[in-house]
């Protein structure tokens, strides 16, 4: 895995081989930051990442500026893992966070300007609840973004947030937004 731009542009990440993790490929990661290129200014934006996993998500923001991103992760290795890059990294706006996604989501009291989701493909659950509870508890800024990564066995055309769905491979990304309506 490697970031793909900003100032640690090409930096590489060896995560352990034991953790339990499907990180986003480096091409539909790089497809991904396109697109939000054209529509943030990264110097701007908070972040989340959910299910943040090896942290690939996370650093590629920190690399391109982000004032902060929050990393949530159930798993302690995976927190282990994000905490000991960042701080290598020197990457002083990233912390890492160990817990449930559904448990932190209910209780956390902050807005984003961009939440990413990234949940174990099989926590089919985790697809139906994530974006009915992003928008039930407000947890984006007015014009953010909600992007959830998944599987081609998902479709959200019919949620009220959503925005549009870009395929590369077998990577599907939803993005949804928190738009006022006039």
């Known amino acids: 895995m490697r970031i793909i731009s900003g100032k640690n542009k090409g930096r590489k990440i060896q995560a ?13 990661k790089e497809s991904l930051f396109n ?3 054209n529509h ?3 110097e701007d934006v908070s972040v989340l990442d ?9 650093y590629e923001f920190v690399s391109r500026g982000a ?3 929050m990393a949530v992760d159930q798993n302690r290795q995976c927190v282990q893992f994000i905490d000991k890059t960042a701080a290598a990294m020197k990457f002083d706006n990233l912390s890492a966070l160990q817990s449930d996604y559904e448990y932190f989501l209910r209780r956390t009291h902050e807005q984003w300007d961009i ?3 990234d949940p174990p493909y099989q926590m ?3 697809f139906q609840k994530l974006p009915e509870l992003i928008f039930q508890h407000q947890l984006l800024k007015e014009g953010g973004y909600f992007i959830l990564e998944h599987s081609a066995a998902y479709s959200f055309e019919e949620h009220p947030h959503f925005l549009q769905e870009r395929k590369y491979g077998r990577v599907h990304f939803s993005f949804f937004g928190n738009v006022k309506e006039s």
């Open 16 to 28: 352990p081989k034991n953790l339990p993790v499907r990180p986003t490929t480096d091409m539909a």
């Open 35 to 37: 697109i939000l290129n």
């Open 40 to 42: 943030i200014y990264f």
């Open 50 to 58: 959910l299910f943040a996993g090896t942290g690939n998500i996370s």
């Open 67 to 69: 004032l902060s991103v």
């Open 115 to 117: 939440i990413f989701a």
């Open 124 to 126: 089919a659950e985790a």
